[in-house]
Nanobody, 125 residues
Framework: QVQLVESGGGSVQAGGSLLLSCTVTSGASVGTYDMAWFRQAPGKEREAVAANTYSGALLGYADTVKDRFSISQDNAKNTFYLQGNNLKPEDTAVYYC?????????????????WGQGTQVTVSS
């Protein structure tokens, strides 16, 4: 069983930045499995944000965050990150880190096995 712990959420004004962290606390190491970030806004479906392969190669970004968000990893810290810049109110959501990609489309939430508990990001205008 892989356990993921997110941190770094909070409230920020539009145009600001946040760094979300996801530490793999048991069951695997960063660099073992592909990794990704998803988010879910109130009343909306869960959507993919960004994903990397286990080796750090990019799988993709959602069009809504491209050029504003960046996914990265630090194997020594067993942690991967999502840096969000120029945040917009529509970025408000609970953000989830995930790992262990099952294949056939990284954008599908049901194609990832292990999920963190989520961290709230609120962007005010």
């Amino acid at each position: 069983q892989v356990q993921l712990v997110e941190s770094g959420g909070g409230s920020v004004q539009a145009g600001g930045s946040l760094l979300l962290s996801c530490t793999v606390t048991s069951g695997a190491s960063v660099g073992t499995y592909d990794m990704a970030w998803f988010r879910q806004a109130p009343g909306k479906e869960r959507e993919a944000v960004a994903a990397n392969t286990y080796s750090g190669a990019l799988l993709g970004y959602a069009d809504t965050v491209k050029d504003r968000f960046s996914i990265s990893q630090d194997n020594a810290k067993n942690t991967f990150y999502l840096q969000g810049n120029n945040l917009k109110p529509e970025d408000t959501a609970v953000y989830y880190c995930v790992t262990y990609y099952l294949g056939r489309g990284w954008e599908r939430p049901d194609h990832w096995r292990y999920w963190g508990q989520g961290t709230q990001v609120t962007v005010s205008s």
